[in-house]
């Protein structure tokens, strides 16, 4: 493998998810993990219903959406002003501690990011982050309307890069990113932060399932959808090992 780039999801990749945890919790005081957990299944349930029914919204719509019904279903009346605080915090989500020093290893390869989410959603992130300064483009699914694993989406990378499928390295933490983007053709690495094992403990320990526990049953151990990644690694700083044994192609 010679790679040209390496090209990354955002959204529980680089961008701590449960970062929102925190806003949720100040917001909606006792509700904050099950609305946190619950807005994310049904965000990432809506792109896939939207892309199945061909009636795409962008990602900004989608996000308030299913804010709007984990609120709903959880009986909590709020104020817009909370509504929107909540919703702020998607531009301004924790980088994972790692990001910024793996996404520099990497060079002199061509960096990005494919994202589900809307440009202007992107843009605020990454510049808020300073990732705009590693980055060489910032590739939005807006622009085919439809949202990852369809083919279209990725199809963006090498219309944005110029590279060929197998001159690209794709790195997500999301076990349904990983099967789109091996069935597209890519080269794979998966970012494993919860192993089985880990996570058949958690289901033992109490007969209580926890709304963390459950997201993390359902979101973050691989699919059974018959496309396995190329490698499995733990953290981000682990992709330079994978660089280094992968001359860039000039």
């Not at 605020?124 to 085919?144: F, H, Q």
């Not at 997500?172 to 089985?196: C, H, M, Q, Y």
Request: charged share 25%; net charge negative; with cysteine.
């Amino acid at each position: 493998m010679s790679l040209k780039a390496v090209v990354f999801d955002a959204y529980g990749t680089l961008y701590d998810i449960q970062s929102v945890a925190e806003i949720t919790e100040d917001a909606f005081p006792g509700y904050g993990e099950i609305i946190t957990q619950v807005w994310r299944i049904k965000q990432l349930e809506y792109t896939w219903l939207r892309s199945l029914m061909r009636r795409y919204q962008d990602f900004s719509a989608v996000t308030r959406d299913s804010l709007g019904y984990t609120l709903r279903v959880l009986g909590l009346a709020y104020e817009r002003e909370a509504f929107e605080r909540v919703i702020e915090k998607y531009l301004h989500l924790d980088l994972y501690s790692d990001a910024t020093a793996a996404l520099a290893a990497l060079r002199p390869r061509k960096l990005a990011i494919l994202s589900n989410g809307s440009p202007d959603m992107l843009s605020a992130l990454v510049r808020n982050t300073g990732l705009d300064r590693l980055l060489d483009a910032t590739i939005s699914v807006d622009a085919k309307k439809i949202f990852k694993p369809s083919p279209e989406a990725y199809e963006l990378i090498g219309e944005a890069l110029g590279t060929a499928p197998d001159e690209v390295l794709f790195v997500s933490s999301n076990p349904w990113d990983v099967a789109g983007a091996k069935a597209f053709g890519l080269n794979v690495a998966w970012i494993e932060r919860v192993t089985p094992e880990a996570m058949a403990l958690a289901c033992v320990e109490t007969e209580l399932v926890a709304p963390l526990t459950m997201f993390k049953a359902i979101r973050t151990q691989m699919d059974e959808l018959g496309f396995a990644p190329d490698h499995r690694v733990r953290s981000l700083s682990e992709l330079a090992g994978i660089a280094q044994a992968s001359p860039p192609v000039p």
